[in-house]
């Protein structure tokens, strides 16, 4: 089993940054592909953005060029950097694990919200 602990969202201006993160528990971290997933309201639940164990990245055309995911496997967490946040960036975002067995864990869910 595997926690993820998700914290960074919050309430944000249009064109404002955040930066979520996402603590995982054990030790077996750098085996995990991570990625970041969201839902808004009456939506289904997207991937925003993923990230190897290896470090490859791969991004939701919407989120493209403001937003990075990175990890830090000494830490045990991956990040999420968001800039230039839209209104449609609101939603709940939800840190996601796979082992290499095909087993899948989520975070609680972090509310990002983007209003003036």
């Known amino acids: 089993q595997v926690q993820l602990v998700e914290s960074g969202g919050g309430l944000v201006q249009p064109g404002g940054s955040l930066r979520l993160s996402c603590v995982a528990s054990?030790?077996?971290?750098?085996?995990?592909?991570m990625a970041w997933y969201r839902q808004a309201p009456e939506k289904q639940r997207e991937l925003v953005a993923g990230?190897?164990?290896?470090?490859?990245?791969k991004y939701v055309d919407s989120v493209k060029g403001r937003f990075t995911i990175s990890r830090d496997n000494v830490k045990n967490t991956v990040y999420l950097q968001m800039n230039s946040l839209k209104p449609e960036d609101t939603a709940v975002y939800y840190c996601?694990?796979?082992?290499?067995?095909?087993?899948?864990?989520w975070g609680q869910g972090s509310q990002v919200t983007v209003s003036s």
């Open positions: 990230i190897s164990r290896g470090g490859s990245t």
């Open positions: 996601n694990a796979e082992s290499t067995y095909g087993s899948r864990y």
């Open positions: 054990g030790s077996m971290f750098r085996f995990y592909d």
